[in-house]
């Protein structure tokens, strides 16, 4: 299993460019989500998706989109790109959200995104 | 207050030594706890699972306190390559809030 995969690993993007960020997965895991981390802050929720076709926002939602058209796909929109959205983006998948067993996530190798 | 709250350290040890590090979490309605292990400019990897009955995996051990809201991680006979950020998550009841802290970062030194 390739696990959690992630493209691109690295991008630059000039101010109000958009793009997606791909995250896929293999191990059939119901819930997905994305994650931006900044320095000294952690990570924090941006989008997550209980299965195909069912997607929230999570602590960080504004100027992006997510959609879950299939079990192993969650992509990340930026919709117009602005220098605050520079971070490091991380996807995750998990097999549920029913207890500890399930919650444990998986995290893809992350996008280091800079916004000029 | 954050709701998870971590010392940021560094913490600077020497190998051999024991290392302890608390987390802290504001809301009670929470079902699962973990640690995390993080190296620099890589993705977070599980360390460990956290339990009220606490839990032992070799040289760490991880404890939760439901009553007092912090788990906490010890590390024994500390290596050099134990060099890393560690992260404390936390996820609520009920649906899919997961809050990570900001990280203790640990440095092992020779």
């Known amino acids: 299993n390739a696990g959690v995969t992630q493209t691109p690993k690295f991008q630059v993007l000039k101010t109000g460019q958009s793009m997606t960020l791909q995250c896929a997965q293999d191990m059939n895991h119901e819930y997905m989500s994305w994650y931006r981390q900044d320095p000294g802050m952690g990570l924090r929720l941006i989008h997550y998706s209980v299965g195909a076709g069912i997607t929230d926002q999570g602590e960080v939602p504004n100027g992006y989109n997510v959609s879950r058209s299939t079990t192993e796909d969650f992509p990340l929109r930026l919709l117009s790109a602005a220098p605050s959205q520079t971070s490091v983006y991380f996807c995750?998948?998990?097999?549920?959200?029913?207890?500890?067993?399930?919650?444990?996530?998986?995290f893809g190798p992350g996008t280091r995104l800079t916004v000029l | 207050r954050k709701e998870v709250e971590q010392d940021p350290g560094p913490f600077n040890v020497p190998e051999g030594a024991t290392v302890a590090f608390n987390c802290t979490y504001s809301n009670s309605a929470s079902q699962s706890f973990f640690w995390y292990r993080q190296d620099c400019r890589k993705e977070p990897k599980l360390l460990m699972s956290v339990y009220s009955s606490g839990n032992e995996d070799g040289r760490f051990t991880a404890q939760l306190n439901r009553a007092s809201q912090y788990i906490s991680l010890l590390i024994r006979d500390s290596k050099l390559s134990d060099s890393a950020t560690y992260l404390c998550v936390v996820i609520y009841t009920g649906g899919f809030k997961t809050i990570f802290g900001a990280g203790t970062r640990l440095f092992v030194k020779a």
């Open positions: 995750a998948s998990s097999r549920g959200s029913r207890g500890q067993d399930t919650d444990t996530q998986y």
